[in-house]
T-cell receptor, first 114, second 114 residues
């Protein structure tokens, strides 16, 4: 069964730092990997989606990479701002077998202080 | 605006009193699903639907029912709620025809069962 781990579980940094959030998965047979942001008590907002054939995706200050063979994805946040404070989750969708059930990590809680 | 809506957003009820949480999407998505989110356990899928009249169990279906009579709606039914169903619930949808399967989430429903 797929397991998704996010490290670190929590992170507190000063404004302006460049950050790397990690997502690792045990089964490399994935269709895609999606990164989300969740503000406290709110829904999930999609940030980036990487298909299994892609190596990375970029949106503004965010860059997500995927190394399927090693079971890892990283979310890079450049020049962090207090508004980036949120929980970041990754979700892995399996490939083949007709399964559409994604597996979520438990998230990295990020605080960016001024 | 493309969105997933849920109602109600907050609900406090008593054990055994049947309730329904509605979910609607306006993106003509085939795939819809329900998740619950609990501290320390992350997001877990309850049920999903690949199209009208097609539903299947996720990882934690016990105590829940769903129906998909229309493409846009996917209500979650708790026939006899119990305190262990106190949780934050999310509805999500995605297209199956574009083969990207990007997930879009609703704002969440916070349910308390006393």
């Amino acid at each position: 069964k797929q397991e998704v781990t996010q490290i670190p579980a929590a992170l507190s940094v000063p404004e302006g730092e460049n950050l790397v959030l990690n997502c690792s998965f045990t089964d490399s047979a994935i269709y895609n990997l999606q990164w989300f942001r969740q503000d406290p008590g709110k829904g999930l907002t999609s940030l980036l989606l990487i298909q299994s054939s892609q190596r990375e995706q970029t949106s503004g200050r965010l860059n997500a990479s995927l190394d399927k063979s090693s079971g890892r994805s990283t979310l890079y946040i450049a020049a962090s701002q207090p508004g980036d404070s949120a929980t970041y989750l990754c979700a892995v969708r399996p490939a083949g077998g007709g399964s559409y059930i994604p597996t979520f990590g438990r998230g990295t809680s990020l605080i960016v202080h001024p | 605006e493309a969105q997933v809506t849920q109602n109600p957003r907050y609900l406090i009820t008593v054990t055994g009193k049947k309730l329904t949480v509605t979910c609607s999407q306006n993106m003509n998505h085939e795939y819809m699903s329900w998740y619950r989110q609990d501290p320390g356990l992350g997001l877990r899928q309850i049920y999903y639907s690949m199209n009208v009249e097609v539903t299947d169990k996720g990882d934690v279906p016990e105590g829940y029912k769903v129906s998909r009579k229309e493409k846009r709606n996917f209500p979650l039914i708790l026939e006899s709620p119990s305190p262990n169903q106190t949780s934050l619930y999310f509805c999500a949808s995605s297209s199956l025809t574009d083969r990207i399967y990007e997930q879009y989430f609703g704002p969440g429903t916070r349910l308390t069962v006393t």
